[in-house]
């Protein structure tokens, strides 16, 4: 008897294409940490980006976001206003700083960020002598945050903006992309996102000098001098040319993954927006997401646990949105400007698989199941 293959919510699709430039560093014997792809890399990137932005290839999304409190000056006693609606990687290095992370709900428009709370926290914190050293907001699931918001709000009180694009390379925001938003844009190229290098990420900077000083900064912070001198700690995270070659292969089917998302994204919402049951999340007027997970939002927790185990029943992955960081363990102590709306999202929401190698026999397998799911409610 034939078993019916496993979906998966998000798997690396390879283009064809990356295995040349890893091989021509084997065939070089660039096999070190640096070497013509990731310089090539960080030119892809910045090309991509519009070409007056300066990349840092570094070993993690998360690593970027680190880089970018140490260039802002972070450090221990501060606080970072983050969004609460997220994946802890957008708030673990404000603790590697010895900084206070400060969580903000949500606004149901995109799921991100909400401006009005924004402003409320800031307020806040001022009033307690407290003003944060930086903004840490998110383009949830590919969907761009309110941005000429956050950007008003983040010069009102001079404030920088990170711009975690970890999960939104590819999206833009009235054409411009994500990743140049804020003061400091960051990427990931984790195995499950629009495109992978297996793991790794980028810093996106608005000048070479502060490109320069992340570099620096994720090579060990080592001076310039003929043995091993250094002024300040550093961090081993720069990405290797091995794996620069994998993200430059990758570079070549940026926009093809992208269109595929968005086609699975329409596919999904054409067969089931008829259900009054689930809602999905449109794209607000001048907002392009890359869809990298299309997600519905259902009527009940019971409801979202029916369709996601039925799924897993035929060994199909889904996943319940992102727990908000106000109600992680970890985070459960720190203060919070909250509104409900993330907590509802994880009681009630589900992504589907969205990878950009999806089958439409496997797309009718997941509808088959949701839809007779719904219909029997």
Excluded at 48 to 76: D, F, K, P, W
Excluded at 241 to 269: E, S, T, W
Aim: charged share 20%.
């Amino acid at each position: 008897m034939l078993t019916k293959t496993k979906i998966y919510l998000s798997s690396p699709h390879m283009g064809g294409m990356e295995q040349r430039f890893v091989e021509e560093a084997f065939n070089t014997n660039w096999i070190a940490p640096l070497g013509p792809n990731v310089n090539g890399f960080e030119h892809d990137i910045a090309k991509y980006l519009g070409g007056n932005h300066q990349v840092a290839v570094l070993s993690s999304g998360t690593a970027s976001i680190h880089m970018a409190l140490e260039l802002l000056g972070v450090t221990r006693g501060d606080e970072v206003l983050c969004q609460s609606f997220t994946f802890s990687a957008s708030a673990n290095p404000i603790m590697y700083q010895g900084a206070t992370p400060v969580f903000v709900d949500s606004e149901k428009d995109t799921w991100n960020i909400s401006p009005e709370l924004l402003e409320i926290a800031i307020k806040d914190r001022i009033e307690n002598y407290k003003k944060p050293k930086a903004i840490i907001a998110v383009h949830l699931y590919g969907m761009p945050y309110k941005a000429k918001e956050i950007s008003e709000i983040s010069k009102k009180y001079d404030i920088p903006v990170i711009e975690d694009s970890a999960e939104a390379f590819g999206s833009t925001y009235f054409n411009t992309p994500c990743g140049t938003l804020g003061k400091f844009g960051v990427l990931s190229f984790n195995g499950n996102k629009i495109i992978t290098t297996s793991g790794g990420g980028a810093l996106v900077t608005k000048t070479i000098e502060e490109k320069n000083s992340a570099v620096h900064l994720s090579t060990q912070a080592r001076d310039e001098a003929p043995h091993y001198e250094h002024s300040k700690v550093g961090y081993n995270y720069r990405m290797s040319n091995v794996v620069a070659g994998i993200g430059r292969g990758q570079m070549l089917v940026l926009d093809d993954r992208v269109a595929a998302r968005r086609q699975n994204y329409d596919f999904y919402k054409t067969h089931l927006e008829g259900f009054k049951d689930i809602e999905f999340l449109d794209e607000p007027y001048g907002f392009f997401s890359n869809r990298w997970l299309t997600c519905i939002k259902t009527s009940s927790f019971e409801l979202r646990e029916q369709i996601r185990l039925k799924l897993l029943e035929q060994d199909i992955e889904s996943r319940p949105l992102w727990k908000p960081m106000h109600m992680q363990p970890v985070f459960k102590d720190f203060l919070h400007f909250t509104n409900g709306t993330s907590e509802d999202l994880f009681e009630k929401g589900l992504c589907l698989p969205s990878g950009s190698n999806l089958t439409k026999n496997d797309l009718n397998r997941i509808l088959h199941i949701i839809s007779g799911t719904l219909k029997n409610i």
